[in-house]
Each structure stands twice: as structure tokens, then as C-alpha cells.
């Protein structure tokens, strides 16, 4: 099993590109389902997850190919006809956001077998949501032995679709579908995460009718049938966020590029609470950190535009030495406190009450082995690594390449001092 090594105490200086987002680019892969005509996604990362969801799709007759074109990394999607409606438990397993293919699958061909994605580390995550809406667009769902069984085989139909609580997943799988449907769809009380928008507008460059993303009510007028595009994903602000605090830990001065700092203005402000100096351009954001402890900041998770749950571990891990302390709730998943305890291995002082932690802040951590338990928390242990004393060993990294391209490649460029360690490298189910 791969690991990685960090040996802290080096500050950062350099230039950080930003990758695709991971959380849209295996959306519009799904989406290119919709379509008997190629779809080319520009901006892609080349990740554990992308790979992963490949193979899925390849399944249902789609043609991949990856390539490096004038616009960067490429990938070119393309399935005349959909061979096979039915997506095995081995694959959804190990990627939750594999389940979104239901709606495409069942939007094009009237029927789909899909298998429940199953538990995974940072609670419970039920899919109910997400079957619910697609019952209001006509569907006939049935569940036996782990598998959905998804039908309408006269099409779906326009519906009225109200979500109880706000789902990014829920919110994007009822879109997918409701593009093909006879008439029209309204969504109420949608999530309104940028990925979202950027499905909803790569949908319209296809010939959708998509109306009111990113807003809490989204108008889907349903098309016969949609056509092939060339897209762009949007910048990955969970990545950039990642980077910026990496910054702020380690000190010195990072500068992000091919970012949209619209998308991590709430960090952003965050950081400046507690400390840092930073620059916004078109582009780009530099982070600087001078000497000092930085201040304790508390903070909320929230529905975006609020702080981003995938951005939690990371901010906990910068509190654990700021000069006093912080509160960190986290109200979007239950459980997602599993790396407090590791951080506890590096020296931090927090302890957990329901969706609560509170931060004291030491004045060192101190390198030790420690365990990535999900995607974000193993980002969180690697800031955590660049600022101890010491050397830092992350062990089961398999979860930061499923989410994080070429991670040790761009902080070493700033002159981190970390390494990949390699070994056999077996992949679980988490974001
Ligand atoms: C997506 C992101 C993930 C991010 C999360 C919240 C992807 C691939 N993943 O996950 O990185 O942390 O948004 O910003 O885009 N829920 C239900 N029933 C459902 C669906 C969701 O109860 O049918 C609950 C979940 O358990 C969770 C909450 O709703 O507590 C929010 O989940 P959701 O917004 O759906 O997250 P994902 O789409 O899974």
C-alpha cells in the first residue's frame, strides 16, 4: 500500500496549478451518457476516481479515449448505443458518485440495474433522495438484493420535484434525467454548488433546456434528444482550498493559478481571520504567511455559498496551532471526525462532542505514522505532516489519489519536503 513520507518545517514557495474538479468531471462523464454523440472534456484531472468511472461506462458501450490537446488533459466520450444498462456492485462499491449513472442510463434507454453504492466512512449516506426524484419524473423503481431496478419505458415525464434537505448528488442525478423527459421539470430547494452550474451549462451546450442552476429552484424543459459538445470542467475549488491552507500552514508564499477565487471567497475570508495576507487576481489567489502563531478561527460547514465540508479536515488540522481555540462544526455529514483522532497522534489537542470540535491550539506537533480514514481527512493529515516536527508517514493514500493529482508532484515544486513510498495500493468506497 502506497504512503506518504513528509518531513516538515519547510515553508512554500512557488506557483500551484489547479486541476479540474474531481466532483464535476465524473458528473459530465456520466452525462455523456445522454448523448449518442461525442462528448470532449477538456480540464480534466487524471485521477483514481475518473479511471474508475471509466471502466463503469465502458460497460454501457462507451468509447474513452484520453489524450493531451491544446487545451491541456482531454478526454473524449462517446457511446452511439447503450449496450448495457446494468452497473455491477464491484464498481458502484467503490465510488458512490457511480450511482448517478441510473439517470442517464434510465433517460436513454427506459430501464437500468444499478447496484446501492453501500456504507462508507463518513456516515450514513442513503441514496433516498435520489430515488425519490427520479419516481417524481414517472420512474418505476424496485430494490432487491443490493440492486435498483430503475423503469419507464415509455420515457421519463416532467415533474414537480421538492428535496427535503439540500443534496448535491440527489440534486445532480434528478437533472441528468429530467433533460430527456416529455415536458417539464421544476426542482425546489436545489443545491447550488458550482459543479452543479457547471453540469447544468455543459447540459445546455449539449441542447438542453436547464434554467435557474446554482439558484435554489433549477427549470429543466425535457428535449428529444441532446447533442455532442466540447467542455471545459470548472477549476477544483476543494483542490485550490486544500492548497491555500497548505499555504497557510507551512508559511511563506504560494500562489494558485487556473483558479476561480469566486469559489473559495468563504476560506478565503477565513484565512485572512486568522492571519494570512491574501491576493485575489483573475486567475489566481496568493496566500502569505509570515511569522507568528495564527489566530483561532471558528467555523460552520455549510450548503455552498457556507464553508465546504470537504474543506473541514484541512482548516482542523491548520487550527491545531493556532494561539488558542477554535470551534468546528461540521453540519453536513455525521461522523466526519475521523481524523481527529490522528491528528491527536501528531500532538493536536481536540476533543469531539456530537457534530462539534474544539481546537486548542499547541505550539508544535510532532511527526508520527498515521492513517488516512477518507479523502479529505488524508489531505488534512498531509497539511498536517508539512508543519510537524519531524517526519510524518501517511499510510493508505489510495484515498488522496482518488480525489488529489499529482499532490506530492505540486508541493514539492514549492519545496515541500515529501514522498511517495510505494507499495500495493487496494481501493474502498468513501466520497
Ligand atoms: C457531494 C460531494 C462531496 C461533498 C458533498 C457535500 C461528489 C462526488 N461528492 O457528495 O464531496 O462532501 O457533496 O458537499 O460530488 N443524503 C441523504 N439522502 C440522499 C442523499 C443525501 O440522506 O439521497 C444526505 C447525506 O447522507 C448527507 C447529506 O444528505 O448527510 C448531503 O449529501 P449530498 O449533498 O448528497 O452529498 P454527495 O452528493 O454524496
Known sequence: MDRIAIEGGNPLFGDIPVSGAKNSAIKLMAASLLTSEPVRLTNMPRLADTRLLGRLLQRFGCGISESDGPDGQQTLLHTPEITSSFAPYDLVRQMRASFNVLGPLLARTGHAKVSLPGGCTIGARPVDLHLKALEA???????????????????????DITFPFVSVGATEHALMAAVLAHGTTVMHNSACEPEIVDLADCLNAMGAKVSGAGTKTITIEGVTSLKGTDWAVVCDRIEAGTYAVAAAMAGGEVRLTRVRPDLIAVLLDKLVEAGCEITRGDNTVTIKRGAGRLRPVDLTTDVYPGFATDLQAQFMALMTLADGESVIRETIFENRFMHVPELGRLGADISVSGGE????????????????????ASACLVIAGLAAEGETTVNRVYHLDRGFENLEGKLSACGANIRRLKGDSPVEEDE
Open 357 to 376: 470540535a474544539r481546537v486548542r491550539g499547541v505550539e508544535r506537533l510532532k511527526g508520527a505514522q498515521v492513517m488516512a480514514t477518507d479523502l479529505r
Open 137 to 159: 419524473l414517472g420512474a418505476h423503481i424496485d430494490m432487491h438484493e443490493g440492486y435498483v431496478f430503475a423503469q419507464a419505458p415509455r420515457g421519463l415525464k416532467g415533474g
